[in-house]
């Protein structure tokens, strides 16, 4: 008896006072609070994307964005990403709804090799023909900010995507490869042995990448995948402190000196690339479609399963015959030299170097290409890199290019939380999602599930 | 009966702490091992040990005649030593085929021969071939986890726990399959909770007790001795 009594005076006193109760309800209540969460947030981007205070007027950045019609479009938006949270889970059902036939007979199209085929060759001319038509500032813009791009997603995805290996440090083997031309075609203060063409350069440029990439991989690689992380993390910025500080090597801030364009003179075949983008955006556009076509060779080979293996589960992996520090460190070679690759044609593309080129934030805008694109999938980096780095040249002169970032963060959370798996997903990559949602595996951005020790 | 895999004086550490402490077991060609042991025993370092996961700092281990102790574990499997470890550890989101041919990876590709034997040894497995293997149930994963051992054409078959945490029906199974596989051919050396049930299907057993072999003997005289009974059936004490 007197443990029922107990019981009931544990138990929270009913409502006491009205009007406290209703604000504790609303605290409690999850959608109210977010809500106020969007809000907030509304106001936020209105001060932020408004006019800033000045000198003689302090709180103009405030009242300038808060006292405005404009500040309404911001709590609409507020207002309609909450709803988008709120109702996410029947708006992912109506989408689903929209998209499964489409998704349906995505795979059951391309599941033929005919229709896949005459699609990748429709794609291929429409990029070879369509740049023609373009202005000389969207040709540039498809050399230096897609073209270059696309090259270094795909070579992320293999690290990244294949075999589930996190490089935070991607950009270092891009800078070491532009270096390493700028070396060898004698644009660095400190003189080559002996000069190269840039485009023989190449070979040395890539090696360079590749041989950097093996020394830090060869001793990380044996350990966890989270030291891989920290490690490739500092050595990005050891390699982008180097080029800021090493003045008589690299130039420093100020810049290397003029690296000469491409040029071929090879069996009667003579060719000398100009300022014009044009012949580096076919020459780019080669490289990717052989590249693309190597990498999805090697996805389906031996290779490409040892990797998938690695990234389900690593034990198991080696427990099956797989040399699991071997296909590592060759995921993570490949990666730095189509890294490094990528490296010198920007080199002789815009042929000054600057380190701020290469810092921290390139190698997480590169991984962030990967994951919008749809991590391990091929086509998808190409249109991740492709899409992302159009956008904030689309959207150029008609945002204040001060807030571009706002925009694309709120464009990457939105991608994020109704289609994590990216625009074009790898088939595997889905399913992983899909038996995460049903709390079968754990998905995160980059490694499988760690299968515990314990069961 | 030749010796087809030994150990001889096997130490393992994790750090400091020693975990097998000179451990000497010999298995036959064609026999069936049981190792019996109590939690923390050792069991499963013994078996990761042999497949090169761990790596002996004392002792030797010798399978056909030739040394492995030093081998990384791909090299292992590749010599005919296929494990099926402690909590089944399948590739979750592959399918059970491509799990199975991954325990062909040896090979290049699995074969046709092998995958026919997985799936007469395993029929729920042929019927589930295109499910992911992270959806499988607990019972069919552990079948998948032996099938995907089996796929490298093992001399002798490494198996640890494959009853635990099946029910009484599936676990009665699971042993006659083992016994099974021992017909055509595979060696086993099996680690188990499931005392009586392994020394059943076993024709000789050791009892690990905090890194050390405390007793080895015929499969059917450890069944019948008492102190096993005691440590394992709960029988009172010798
Ligand atoms: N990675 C590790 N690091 C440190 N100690 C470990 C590690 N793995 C196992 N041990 C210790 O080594 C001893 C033997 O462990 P092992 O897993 O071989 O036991 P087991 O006989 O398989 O037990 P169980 O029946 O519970 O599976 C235990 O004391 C355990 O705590
Ligand atoms: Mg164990």
């Known amino acids: 008896m007197s443990a029922i009594r107990d019981s009931e005076a544990i138990r929270p006193p009913q409502s006491a006072g009205g009007g406290r109760s209703a604000w504790q309800r609303l605290r409690r209540n999850n959608n109210a609070r977010k809500l106020v969460a969007c809000i907030i947030g509304a106001l936020v981007a209105a001060v932020i994307t408004g006019p800033s205070g000045s000198v003689s007027h302090p709180t103009a950045g405030f009242t300038g964005a808060l006292f405005h019609p404009r500040v309404i479009v911001f709590l609409v938006l507020g207002v309609l990403l909450w709803l988008a949270m709120v109702g996410r889970e029947t708006l992912s059902e109506n989408i689903k709804t929209v998209t499964a036939p489409i998704s349906m007979a995505r795979t059951r199209w391309l599941g033929d090799p005919k229709v896949r085929y005459s699609l990748y060759a429709a794609l291929l001319i429409f990029a070879i023909i369509y740049p023609r038509s373009l202005s000389s500032f969207w040709q540039g813009v498809l050399v230096d900010q897609i073209g270059v791009y696309v090259l270094l997603a795909i070579g992320l995805n293999v690290v990244v995507g294949f075999a589930g290996l996190l490089d935070l440090g991607y950009i270092a083997f891009y800078a070491i490869g532009a270096y390493s031309c700028a070396y060898w075609t004698g644009a660095l203060p400190i003189k080559p042995v002996f000069h190269l063409n840039p485009f023989v350069s190449i070979v040395f440029a890539v090696a360079a990448a590749m041989i950097a990439g093996v020394i830090l991989g060869a001793p990380t690689l044996r350990l966890r995948g989270d030291y891989l992380a920290i490690v490739t993390l500092g050595f990005g910025e050891i390699i982008t402190i180097y080029a800021n500080n090493l003045q008589s090597v690299t130039g420093g801030a100020g810049g290397t000196n003029v690296v000469p364009h491409l040029s071929v003179n090879l069996l009667g075949l003579k060719y000398h690339w100009k300022l014009d983008s044009l012949p580096y955006y076919y020459l780019l556009l080669v490289f990717v479609v052989a590249i693309l076509v190597m990498f999805r060779a090697l996805e389906n080979s031996r290779v490409g399963r040892a990797w998938t293996a690695i990234r389900e589960d690593e034990v198991a992996a080696e427990a099956s015959g797989v040399n699991t520090f071997k296909y590592k460190l060759l995921a993570f070679a490949m990666g730095a030299s189509t890294s490094g690759f990528a490296g010198v044609l920007f080199a002789s593309k815009v042929q000054t170097l600057y380190p701020s080129s290469f810092a921290l934030t390139e190698s997480i805008l590169i991984l962030v290409l990967v994951i919008f694109g749809g991590m391990g999938s091929l086509p998808g980096a190409v249109l991740g890199a492709a899409v992302l780095q159009w956008l904030p040249q689309f959207l150029r002169g008609k945002i204040n290019q001060a807030d571009l970032f706002l925009y694309l963060g709120a464009l990457l959370i939105i991608m994020m939380i109704f289609r994590p798996q990216g625009i074009w997903p790898s088939r595997r990559r889905a399913r992983e999602l899909a038996m995460a949602e049903a709390g079968l595996t754990e998905a995160d951005a980059v490694s499988g599930p760690t299968a515990g020790e314990v069961q | ?238």
Do not use: C, W
Request: aromatic share 4%; proline share 4%.
């Open chain 2, 1 to 238: 009966m030749s010796v087809l895999l030994q150990l001889s004086d096997v130490q393992v550490r994790y750090g400091a702490i020693a975990a097998l402490k000179g451990v000497t077991v010999e298995i036959g060609a064609g026999e069936i091992v049981a190792l019996l042991g109590a939690n923390g025993a050792g069991k499963t370092t013994t078996l990761r040990t042999i497949s090169g996961q761990l790596h002996p700092h004392e002792g030797r281990i010798f399978f056909e005649g030739r040394r492995i102790d030093g081998l990384p574990a791909h090299e292992v499997v590749g010599l005919g030593i296929g494990h099926s470890p402690e909590g089944r550890r399948i590739f979750p989101r592959m399918s059970v085929l491509e799990n199975l041919q991954m325990g062909a990876y040896r090979f290049g590709r699995a074969r046709k021969d092998d995958l026919d034997r997985v799936f007469a040894l395993f029929p729920r497995l042929l019927e589930r071939r295109t499910q992911d293997g992270g959806t499988l149930s607990g019972g069919e994963q552990q079948m998948l986890a032996i099938g995907r051992a089996l796929m490298s054409r093992p001399t002798v078959l490494l198996l640890d726990e494959p009853s635990m945490g099946l029910a009484p029906l599936l676990v009665q199974q699971i042993f006659d399959i083992i016994r099974e596989i021992n017909e055509q051919g595979t060696t086993v050396l099996l680690v188990e909770q499931n005392a009586v049930q392994a020394l059943s299907i076993a024709h000789r057993g050791y009892v690990l007790e905090t890194g050390s072999i405390v007793m080895s003997d015929a499969a059917s005289s450890l069944l019948v001795d008492p102190r096993v009974r005691a440590a394992y059936l709960g029988e009172g004490a010798a």
